[in-house]
């Protein structure tokens, strides 16, 4: 993979294990500072719920890192683009559904990196 490649997915990498923090750890203090959108009463009775998705990005975390690590060129490539694939459905579905920004921050850069490890 290119260098390009490789600091895209540790920025998205980043990215994610900052919403994972935010989602698990600092819901009902810097989460309604993050998510405007969302009545500050809700915090507290959603931080399950939000736990819940920020393991899920700690999980697209772990394999964006995890494709990182791998040795075998090809296998990290596949690795890569299945991960970075998953975020920019993530992506365009949270977009979609919850708030148009989620494209520019998650899915934009999920797709500039898949396009630069196609390029390498």
Known sequence: MMMAGKVMIGLIALLHLYILWLEMFAWESRGPGVFRGVPRELFPRTKVLAANQGLYNGFLAAGLVWSLLIQDGEWSRHVALFFLTC??????????????????????????????????
């Open 87 to 120: 975020v920019a459905i993530a992506g365009i579905y949270g977009a979609a559904t919850a708030a148009r920004s989620i494209l520019y921050v998650q899915a934009v850069p999920a797709l500039l990196a898949i396009l630069l490890v196609l390029l390498a």
